[in-house]
C-alpha cells in the first residue's frame, strides 16, 4: 500500500539506496539522509508491503515524492524501489499514482531524470517524452497523456 513517508522511515530508505546498483545521480557524494530531505517537498510517499494499516513497518520497499523546482510547479523525484521488488511494479503504481496527484492539481507532471533510479525508458513506456531543449545533457521529462 501507498502511504505517507515517516520519519521512522528513513533509516530504512537510505538502507535501500545503499544496497542499489545504481541509484539517482543527485544522490552522488550525499549523504542518504540529506538527499531524502532535501527538496522543498509537497508529500513523499513510501510503498509498505505490509498487509495492515498500522505504520511505520519494515516493510516499506519504495519510494516517491513529489516536490516544488525553482519555478513552484509540481515535479516527481526521488523515485526508487529495493531491486528484489522491480518485478511487481512497485516503481510503476508509485508513477501512476503520483501522476494522477499532479494532474489532478491542474499541472503537468515532470521529472529529473537525476532525482530517480529507474531508466529514461521506463519513463517513456510510461507516457513521458524529453522536454524540448538545446541542451545536450537534458534530463528533464514531461508527461503527455
Not at 537525476?114 to 538545446?134: D, I, M, V
Request: glycine share 4%; charged share 25%.
Amino acid at each position: 500500500m501507498i502511504r505517507e513517508r515517516l520519519e521512522q522511515d528513513l533509516d530504512l530508505l537510505c538502507a535501500i539506496l545503499e544496497t542499489m546498483d545504481s541509484p539517482a545521480e543527485s544522490l552522488a557524494g550525499k549523504d542518504p539522509r540529506e538527499w531524502l530531505l532535501e527538496n522543498d517537498t509537497e508529500l513523499a510517499w513510501v510503498f509498505d508491503m505490509a498487509p495492515v494499516s498500522v505504520a511505520p513497518t519494515k516493510n516499506v520497499v519504495g519510494h516517491l515524492e513529489i516536490y516544488k523546482p525553482a519555478d513552484n510547479t509540481l515535479a516527481i523525484g526521488k523515485h526508487f524501489v529495493r531491486p528484489d521488488t522491480y518485478e511487481n511494479n512497485i516503481g510503476r503504481f508509485l508513477l501512476r499514482e503520483s501522476v494522477k496527484y499532479i494532474q489532478a492539481h491542474g499541472q503537468v507532471p515532470t521529472l529529473d531524470l537525476r532525482q530517480t533510479s529507474f531508466p529514461r525508458t521506463f519513463y517513456q513506456k510510461a507516457g513521458f517524452t524529453e522536454a524540448p531543449s538545446n541542451d545536450p545533457d537534458n534530463t528533464l521529462m514531461h508527461y503527455l497523456k
